[in-house]
C-alpha cells in the first residue's frame, strides 16, 4: 500500500530488474515515467551480468551495478553469501533515495527489497502477494494472475504510476549509436548480402527449450519466402545457437545468409532497427524489434501470456493447448504442441500481411 508522498523528493533512484534482456526491455518504459516525471532524477539499474549490455543504450539509465542474485534462476550456484555483503555495502554508497524493485508476478520481490533494506534505502516500491511490513514503504498488492494479466510493460508502467510517475512515450527504449549502424552494414556487405533485393530477419533460437519453433519449420518458412517470394533470409543467434542455424539452413535448401555468433547486443540491435520484419520466437529479440517499431510475426510459445509484442505492427502466432501458461523452460507435456502444431503456412501468411501493411524500408534507413 502506498504510504507516503516523499518520492517528489526522490533524486537518486534505484531500479532493480534482475532477470534476463528482455524484461529489463520491457521495463524501459516505466523507467522513462520515473525520469519524466522529476527533472534531473538519476536512474541506476541494478542488473543480472545477462542485462549488463543494454548499458549505454538506453537513455534513460545514468549507471548500472551489475548482481547475480541467488534467487534468480539463471544464476550459478554460490557456496556462500560473500556477494550479497559485498552488494549491501555497493548500495549503502550509492546512498540512494529510492528503489524500484520491478518484477514479473511469478517472483517474489522480497529478497530484492530485504537488500535494499540492508542498505538502508528510505523508500521501497514493488508488486507484492503478502503484506512486506517493513520491508517495502511502498507496495501494491499483486492482483496478477489471479484477477486478471496485463502485457509486462503495462504492469511496470502502472507499478510507477501509483507513486505519481508517468511518461507520453510509452514505447520500449534503445538507442543504436550511428558507428554501430555503420558496423553492421559493412558486416552485411561483407556477407554478399545484396541491398537491391528484399531481405528478411529470422531468429531461431530462444534459452529456454519450451520457447522453440521446430527448426524444420524455420526451414519450411524460409525456404518459402526465399524460393517462391524472392526475399533474403538473415539468420540471427548467440554463438551457442550456431549449430541450430547450421541445421536450418542446410534444411532449406536455397543460399540463405547466417549472423549467428558475429554480432553483439548492439550490431542485433541495429539490424532490427532497419529490418523490414522479424519472424521469430518469443524471445528478447522481439522486443528489440518492438523498439524500433520493426514489425514481427511472434511464434508464441504459452508459457506465460504477458511478453507478445508492445505497440508494433505485429502478428501473435500459438497453438491453443489446455497446459497453456506453464512458465516452464522444457514442456512438461513432451510434446511442444503450443509451437508444433503452428504451421509454417500460417507463418508465411502471417509475413505476407504485415510485409504489405504500410511503407516498406530501405537500406537507406540504416543510417
Not at 548499458?55 to 539509465?61: A, D, M
Not at 540491435?269 to 517499431?293: D, E, Q
Not at 504477458?306 to 497453456?324: A, E, G, N, T, Y
Request: a positive charge; hydrophobic letters at 40%; charged letters at 20%.
Amino acid at each position: 500500500m502506498i504510504a507516503n508522498n516523499n518520492w517528489n523528493g526522490a533524486k537518486n533512484v534505484l531500479c532493480v530488474r534482475l532477470d534476463n534482456v528482455g524484461d529489463v526491455l520491457m521495463t524501459t518504459p516505466a523507467i522513462r515515467a520515473l525520469k519524466d516525471s522529476y527533472p534531473g532524477r538519476r536512474i541506476t539499474l541494478l542488473a543480472s551480468s545477462s542485462s549488463a549490455k543494454l548499458f549505454k543504450l538506453v537513455p534513460e539509465i545514468d549507471d548500472i551495478i551489475v548482481y547475480d542474485a541467488p534467487w534468480i534462476k539463471s544464476t550459478a550456484l554460490r557456496s556462500n553469501s560473500k556477494s550479497e555483503y559485498t552488494m549491501v555495502k555497493c548500495l549503502k554508497q550509492g546512498k540512494f533515495d529510492a528503489a524500484v524493485i520491478f518484477t514479473v508476478y511469478s517472483q517474489n520481490p522480497l529478497p530484492a527489497a530485504f537488500l535494499c533494506y540492508l542498505a538502508d534505502i528510505p523508500l521501497r516500491l514493488a508488486y507484492c502477494h503478502e503484506n512486506p511490513y517493513q520491508l517495502l514503504t511502498d507496495w501494491l498488492p499483486d492482483k496478477e494472475p489471479g484477477l486478471y494479466i496485463r502485457h509486462e510493460v503495462q504492469r511496470q508502467l502502472d507499478l510507477v504510476a501509483s507513486i505519481g510517475c508517468y511518461t507520453t512515450d510509452e514505447r520500449i527504449s534503445l538507442f543504436v549509436p550511428c558507428k554501430t549502424r555503420e558496423r553492421v552494414l559493412n558486416i552485411l556487405d561483407k556477407a554478399k548480402v545484396d541491398r537491391k533485393r528484399p531481405w528478411i530477419v529470422m531468429h531461431a533460437g530462444a534459452s529456454a527449450p519450451s520457447r522453440r519453433y521446430p527448426p524444420e519449420s524455420f526451414a519450411s518458412v524460409a525456404r518459402y519466402l526465399a524460393k517462391d517470394m524472392g526475399y533474403q533470409i538473415i539468420l540471427t543467434g548467440v554463438e551457442s545457437e550456431l549449430a541450430l542455424i547450421y541445421t536450418i539452413q542446410a534444411m532449406i535448401g536455397v543460399p540463405s545468409y547466417s549472423l549467428a555468433g558475429r554480432l553483439n547486443f548492439g550490431e542485433l540491435a541495429a539490424l532490427l532497427s532497419f529490418a523490414p520484419l522479424l519472424i521469430s520466437n518469443n524471445t528478447a529479440p522481439v522486443h528489440v524489434a518492438s523498439a524500433f517499431g520493426t514489425r514481427v510475426v511472434d511464434i508464441y510459445a504459452l508459457t506465460n501470456p504477458q511478453h507478445i509484442p508492445w505497440k508494433v505492427p505485429s502478428r501473435v502466432l500459438f497453438h491453443d493447448v489446455p497446459c497453456k501458461y506453464c512458465y516452464k523452460s522444457i514442456c512438461p507435456e513432451g510434446h511442444h504442441n503450443c509451437l508444433r502444431l503452428v504451421s509454417p503456412a500460417a507463418v508465411i501468411n502471417a509475413a505476407y500481411e504485415l510485409l504489405n501493411e504500410g511503407v516498406n524500408r530501405t537500406w537507406e534507413g540504416l543510417l
